[in-house]
């Protein structure tokens, strides 16, 4: 019952943004605009990998917040999140709105990465598997963490500058980490070097998901 209830709430996401591209508009064009930034700053320097590697993850980290801040907000502009309250439960409520994120930010982190290793010619990765192993992860947690917090920012009045300020301090250590195996990746480095990451995002992941499942209730029942 809660996977098809949740499976519903997908499929609403998933249309809903289909008809208006609100989210979809925001995200690319913040993606080109940031790109066109960094080409223009890096110019004829050759930044080290390090540099690029947090540079990668600061596109996706602000990408992410222009987008994903709307997940909740929208409803409660609509006028739709009695009639969910009404209809589903809260778990499945959550449940839809993060797999709907995680695929939303998985697919904008694989355009942002194919377009950094195109326009960013000094950006060489040498190890792919850790390389795409983090977009994974970094993507999942992203997903886990805006997901609640768009729940919580959607009861607020000044919803579009209290995402990022609420996001920035829990989310430092899940794009640290992403920094360090994304270098790891570039570096040429064996997967058994980027364990370490893996471990620390998957748990990060798990962590905000059950957290998020047993706040939940209360947040969108607020």
């Not at 209830?5 to 925001?26: D, G, M, P």
């Not at 987008?67 to 809260?90: N, P, Y």
């Not at 607020?156 to 209290?162: Q, R, V």
């Not at 195996?181 to 992941?205: H, M, P, R, Y």
């Amino acid at each position: 019952m809660i996977l098809q209830s949740s499976y519903h709430i997908f499929v609403k996401e998933f249309i809903s943004e289909f008809r208006t591209r609100y989210a979809l508009n925001a995200l690319l064009m913040f993606v080109v605009t940031t790109l066109s930034i960094n080409l223009f700053s890096i110019g004829h320097d050759s930044p080290t990998q390090e540099i690029l590697s947090g540079t990668l993850w600061i596109v996706i980290f602000f990408s992410a917040m222009s987008g994903l801040s709307r997940t909740f907000v929208a409803e409660e502009e609509r006028g739709t999140s009695l009639t969910l309250r009404l209809l589903t439960d809260s778990t499945s409520v959550y449940t839809g709105k993060l797999i709907y994120n995680f695929i939303l930010i998985f697919v904008l982190s694989i355009i942002i990465a194919i377009a950094y290793l195109l326009l960013i010619k000094e950006f060489s990765v040498k190890t792919y598997s850790i390389f795409w192993l983090t977009i994974i992860l970094g993507s999942a947690g992203l997903a886990s963490a805006s997901t609640i917090l768009a729940a919580i920012i959607a009861k607020a009045n000044t919803k579009g500058t209290l995402f990022p300020v609420l996001a920035f301090p829990i989310l430092l250590p899940l794009l640290l980490t992403c920094i360090n195996a994304t270098k790891l990746s570039v570096d040429g480095a064996f997967f058994s070097e980027a364990i370490k990451e893996f471990q620390i995002l998957i748990s990060f992941a798990i962590v905000m998901v059950t957290t998020s499942l047993l706040v939940f209730d209360f947040v969108w029942k607020d």
